[in-house]
């Protein structure tokens, strides 16, 4: 009975967890902007684009659009949205009869003011893109897959809730991203395992590979010179009044966030790799559990630095064409500071993932051999 009350302790721990990070604050939910307001999604009705200016691709001006308002307090009604167009493909979208736009309603008592369409509105099908995940995930993976998507659940909240917040606030935002990613670690690892040896093989491994992540990344950073602004957005916070952040600390933070989840994936792979040669050959002697933990990661980092490369590139393509086309040296392109930080990503999160398998193997030969080989 012990036994598996003990077993179901990590699912308890994490769905706990969930539920308190799911009610707790950030602190920022009642901005004075949107005091006075209410958002909806309202489907449009027509359009008129005659105030519309055309200048080449670029359109600027205003739209104006009949809605019908599909819920808030105002759900039913039909009122004016205008669709400001700013001349930023980016930014700017064009509504047609029959679509689902979002929009911000101002309103004074029961009087509406004013209704700013945002965008398209898009909730319900990621609602159901999340549902879909949510299913293939039980459906093949069962109690597993339920596990991973609390630990998916956990992960999100903790970023936006815990995270995001601090470094508003100012607080050294590598110490917390280091404190939240280690504690995110041990839910993740023991939602995987449970509290056995392979748990802390597994946590130990990640831990010495995520703090020599952040060891580098912080030095490298200064070496390399790049300031915290290279990161999209970065500016536009500094203008709303979060002058004093300091987005270099935030940027070596993102350094081993980002590689985190490939050093805990290749920490499982190796750890569950010795373990299984163990149950297999429960005489081995800890040195060749640690080879063979460390031929499975010789193995894996291919595809694990591969799989970084990839991730952060595929961000970049539209720079690396305007590059392209514009001509530009390779020694040009190596040297711009958006490109050099990318390089920064991709090689100190590499470093972490070749760092990581010898710690896992070596701790996995030691944890989860029984007596050394005589």
Known sequence: MRRKIWDQMPLFIGIVLLIILAALPTGYEDAVIYKGTDRCAATVVSVDNSTIIDTGLIRSGEQRCIIELDGGRFKGQETVGINMLTGSLEQDKIFQKGDRAMVVISYKNDTILSVNMIDIYRMDKELWLGIA??????????????????????????????????????????????????????????????????????????????????????????????????????????????????????????????????????????TSAIHEVVEKRPDISRREAVRSGIHVGRAAMGTMTTTLLLAYSGGYLTLLMVFMAQGTPVYNILNYKHIASEVLHTVVGSIGLVTVAPFTAMVGGMMLTRKKHK
């Open 133 to 270: 995940f949510a299913l293939l995930l039980v459906c093949f993976a069962g109690r597993k897959g339920f596990q991973a998507l609390l630990s998916f659940g956990i992960t999100i909240l903790s970023i936006w809730k815990i995270i995001v917040p601090a470094c508003l606030n100012g607080m050294n935002a590598i110490l917390i991203s280091l404190l939240i990613v280690s504690i995110l670690t041990a839910v993740i690892f023991a939602l995987v395992y449970g509290f056995d040896r392979r748990f802390l093989t597994a946590v130990c491994g990640s831990l010495l590979g995520i703090a020599a992540t952040c060891i580098l990344g912080i030095l490298l950073t200064n070496v390399f010179q790049i300031h915290g602004a290279v990161m999209p957005y970065s500016e536009s916070l500094i203008y709303s009044g979060f002058e004093n952040l300091n987005l270099t600390q935030i940027f070596m933070s993102s350094i081993f966030i980002g590689a985190s989840g490939a050093v805990m994936d290749l920490a499982v792979d190796i």
